[in-house]
C-alpha cells in the first residue's frame, strides 16, 4: 500500500513544478500538459521532443502502476527517472538563476522521489 501512495505522490507532486521565463512568461505543469495532450492529437510533431516526451510516459507508467496488485519496482524507477529528468533539469536552472518559485516548486517531487528510491530499494522482490 505504500508503494501505490508513494507513486501517486509522485505523479501529483510532479504536477506542481512551475516555470518561468523571460518575458513575464510561465506556466504549471499540469497546465503546460494539458496542452501537450490537446497538440498531442491535432498536431503530434510539435510535441515530439524528449522534454515532453520523457515526462509523460514517466507518468503514464506511475499511473499503469497505481492498478497494480504490487505497484512493479521497475517501472517506477523508470518513472522517476523519466520524471526526474525534467523536474531535476528545473530544480537546477531554478539555482543557476535564483528563481525561488522554480526551486520550491520542484522540491517535493524530489523529496518524494527520494523516499520512494528507498522504499524500493530496501523492498524484497
Not at 59 to 87: C, D, E, R, V, W
Given at each position: 500500500?505504500?508503494?501505490?501512495?508513494?507513486?501517486?505522490?509522485?505523479?501529483?507532486?510532479?504536477?506542481?513544478?512551475?516555470?518561468?521565463?523571460?518575458?513575464?512568461?510561465?506556466?504549471?505543469?499540469?497546465?503546460?500538459?494539458?496542452?501537450?495532450?490537446?497538440?498531442?492529437?491535432?498536431?503530434?510533431?510539435?510535441?515530439?521532443?524528449?522534454?515532453?516526451?520523457?515526462?509523460?510516459?514517466?507518468?503514464?507508467?506511475?499511473?499503469?502502476?497505481?492498478?497494480?496488485?504490487?505497484?512493479?519496482?521497475?517501472?517506477?524507477?523508470?518513472?522517476?527517472?523519466?520524471?526526474?529528468?525534467?523536474?531535476?533539469?528545473?530544480?537546477?536552472?531554478?539555482?543557476?538563476?535564483?528563481?525561488?518559485?522554480?526551486?520550491?516548486?520542484?522540491?517535493?517531487?524530489?523529496?518524494?522521489?527520494v523516499?520512494?528510491?528507498r522504499?524500493?530499494?530496501?523492498?524484497?522482490?
Amino acid at each position: 500500500m505504500k508503494s501505490k501512495i508513494l507513486n501517486f505522490l509522485l505523479i501529483i507532486t510532479s504536477l506542481l513544478g512551475y516555470l518561468e521565463w523571460s518575458g513575464n512568461n510561465h506556466i504549471f505543469l499540469f497546465k503546460a500538459e494539458a496542452e501537450i495532450f490537446l497538440k498531442l492529437f491535432t498536431n503530434p510533431l510539435s510535441v515530439l521532443h524528449p522534454f515532453t516526451i520523457l515526462p509523460l510516459v514517466g507518468q503514464i507508467l506511475l499511473l499503469i502502476t497505481l492498478f497494480q496488485k504490487t505497484p512493479n519496482k521497475t517501472l517506477s524507477f523508470i518513472s522517476i527517472a523519466g520524471l526526474g529528468l525534467l523536474l531535476g533539469f528545473m530544480f537546477i536552472i531554478g539555482l543557476l538563476s535564483l528563481n525561488f518559485k522554480v526551486i520550491i516548486s520542484t522540491i517535493p517531487f524530489i523529496i518524494v522521489s527520494v523516499l520512494a528510491i528507498r522504499h524500493y530499494k530496501n523492498k524484497i522482490p
